[in-house]
């Protein structure tokens, strides 16, 4: 009876949990959490890591039972830890980890483990690939069912994704960082699909560490910090500075650090790095850039544009086809990391779990990795003198570890990207090159590596940040802008947002100045 | 309103007809993938027809494919096991062990060359050698999924342990004491080819149709390919993976009674050293070792092409000395050919 009075006027929120508490022993996971998600809401969900977003996450989706609390889906009470259709009906979720099988087609990987109605029941193919088409079809996914799943893009099979979270009949569904594997042009066609779904009535709850994801698309606002609630509000009446500050706890922006250093006159000093007339098959062709000392230089591009290869390429890690790179005069053996880290060339990789880490090995094995001839004599690695050069890098990058042997996968994932960078400034680099150094890094350390490696430039080295992610490039002197492997721009300080963007998506009417800056370094 | 139908209809059909090729052209191609030993076996047998007369005749084709038999059921053993990403090396023992537990079961304790403990009826020798294979799986299923042991060194403890079980109890010797019931399968010929072939094929089909139209079977490749996507579909992991365990240590015991019924005997080295035989035979057949790939087909294909290089070999007089360097040969041989064959890189 109460239902249908509070029904139509007022309907229940989607989901709403209130006093939510949730430890694992001795660590307290969540305190006393809240959150609720009207119908047709688009609510951002963000905080530092280590803030309790992920435990709620396996709370609202019934991995985990919460210690205390109260969870409700439009208004009944939660279903029975266990039941996972029940909970699949109620509130879908796209896990931050991909769970679609690379080697099964796109329709059984919708359809995975219902193929078929009972289960000794034969699976028919034909009829599973209809269903999965009219599935694709009924979300607008352009995807073909019959294609093998690792074929597809990251986008792609974000999407397919999405439409099999929410094909259970959920009006709910939670995004955990969607974005982070995305390049612009990507997001932006994720957000209208999501906007789409929004116009059908569905609610989201949507974790991003990109706030200015969360202004583009959200309409609400709640911020975790130290695994408690600290404000929910709507994201029109907050502004970026104070949603930062309601995350940290202190008043500080990327902004500021960016906007604080004046833009020095370097014009006099010497190029550290230089490349010439690079060509990598695939990646880029006739590319040439330098970089003198002092100078942060950005290069940008979504993520077909080549510009990963161009920095991977400086560090040694492809042969070029054609073209030259000279660290400080020197040219560098192209496609040998030696003799780019001989050359003085440090790194820091794309992807700091496939390259950056051995996960199960301490910090300081971590970041001394590639100091290891500098520890000892004749080749040997001396215990004490490894401790005392990581207590010297956890110390110089502010690594928050319970100690030097800790595993590094005991970190936080701002914490293991600062050893990443702790070890490629091990080598003392006259260049540092950085791959997206801040992706999936909380507001406060994106803040402190980027202002790290403005440092370098300060003594005297260069750097080099590869990014599509406007905050990194925020701090760079100069943007080169790359596009389908060529150079298509070039932006001083005081650049626009939309300007870059639309360079990065190849779209932007290239300005007189910007083709002199790229004729300059051209040959 | 005819005049529209007709202009519309024809390009519907057009892209309709264009979609279905697409769609058939990249079936074709994924079962390319599974054919690619077939070429191989194509030329072998090109190759065997050239050097023998003999080797085109009934009587040899069906005695390769005899000989097949057991290896095979290993392979579909282990394929079972490779696509949900798990390995049990104790195959090749559970083929010896199993046998000889079941008949020391019911052999007399009296009277004869090995003396058993009479504890069940004669005919209960099939039932008690399946049920060991049972029991081998289930604790190799127990050791690895609930103690979480690491599954490649377990099975190799067990794969130690049971023949040196099998050797303790038989004493070292062959037993050639067995039961009708037990020898009945190896030997007997259902309308003139060896039983043995027949139920390999009937287990080979309803393996190979579970994998592709079952929801169970399909679920080996989702655990195989990503065990935590699977988990979270709602996939009863573990469960799963134990099962397969089980039926793997079962196919075994069961290859393990056609062999003895195939030699009248159980020898004390049964099964010894064929587990490399089995894995090469289930890799080259396109089964990946880290799971979530391949099929029944395929790893059937694999059996025989190192069968027929062998039958081949011993036709041509290539003294059987050599037969050890050409069987490892063939197997690098024959996955150099899958390699290209398919076009994916081996991991």
Redesign the interface.
Known sequence: MADTATGPEHPAPVAEATGISKRFGATVALRDARISVAAGESHALVGRNGAGKSTLVSILTGLQQPDTGNLRFSGEPAPAVGDIDAWRSRVACVYQRSTIIGDLTVAENLFLNRQSAGAVQRIRWKQLRLRAEELLGEYGVAVDPAARAKDLTVEQRQFVEIARALSFGARFIILDEPTAKLDARGIGRLFDKLRDLQDQGVAFLFISHHLQEVYDLCSTVTVYRDAAHILTAPVAELGHQALVEAMTGESASVAAVAESRPPAARAGSEEVLEISGLTLPGACEELSLSVRAGEVIGLAGAAASGNVQVGEAVAGLHRAKEGRISVGGRSVHTGSVPSALAAGVGLVPEDRHLQGLVNNRSVAENATLTVTDQLGPLGTVLPARTRAFAQRMIQDLDIKTPGAATPVSALSGGNQQKVVVARALATDPHVLVAIRPTNGVDVKSKEFLLGRIRQVADGGKAALIVSDELDDLKVCDRVVVMFHGRVVAEFDRGWKDDHLVAAMEGVGTPLASTVSGTDEHGR | MSATTELTEPAASAAESATADT?RR??DLGRFRELSLVPAILVLMLIGFIVSPAFLTADNLIGVAQQSTELSLLVLATTFILICGRMDLSLESTIGVAPVIAVWLVLPSSGGRFMGLGLFPEWAAVPLCLLVGAVIGAVNGFLILKLRLNGFIVTLGALTMLRGLQVALSEGQSIVELPSSFTYLGKASWLGVPAAIWICALLFAVGG?AL?????G??L??IG??A???R????RVDRIVWVVLIIGSLLAAFAGILYSGHYGSISATQGSGWIFQVFAATVIGGVSLNG??GSVFGALTGVLTLQLVVNVMTLAGVPPLWNQFLNGAIIIVALIISRFASGEKQE
């Open positions: 769609a990249r079936v149709s592709a139209w079952l929801r169970h399909r679920a490749y989702a390919g990503n935590e996507a699977a979270t579909a709602g996939i979530g790939k």
